[in-house]
């Protein structure tokens, strides 16, 4: 049974940092695409980075960076200078197949999320 875990989020002020991780059950391995999806009060699930099957890393922003140690059963968002709009829940997602979708629907793995909130 796959299970994710979020951790990392917190208030931050503008301009800052944060780092989110992502704790996943060991059957989640290489064979999944795995990414983060922000949601904003109010708004639906959003994409903002990906990494598929061969490692290869997409993001909305050249701000966020995802990273995965598959070893350690860990999947990170490095996010660097957040603005205000970065405030929400983040998600941790995974689905068993080579392409990452862009869209929430196509991952049937999910974590409870972890709050992210930016200040002025």
């Known amino acids: 049974q796959v299970h994710l875990v979020e951790s990392g989020g917190g208030s931050v002020q503008a301009g800052g940092s944060l780092r989110l991780s992502c704790s996943h059950s060991?059957?989640?391995?290489?064979?999944?695409?795995m990414a983060w999806f922000h949601q904003a009060p109010g708004k639906e699930r959003d994409g903002v980075a990906f990494?598929?099957?061969?490692g290869r890393k997409t993001a909305t922003s050249s701000r966020f960076t995802i990273s995965r140690d598959i070893a350690k059963n860990m999947l990170y968002l490095q996010m660097n200078n957040l603005n205000f709009g970065d405030s929400g829940m983040y998600f941790c997602?995974?689905?068993?197949?080579?392409?990452?979708?862009?869209?929430?629907?196509?991952?049937?793995?999910w974590g409870q999320g972890t709050q992210v909130t930016v200040s002025s």
């Open positions: 990494i598929d099957t061969e």
């Open positions: 997602a995974a689905e068993k197949g080579p392409i990452c979708s862009d869209y929430d629907s196509d991952y049937g793995y």
């Open positions: 060991g059957d989640v391995d290489s064979d999944f695409c």
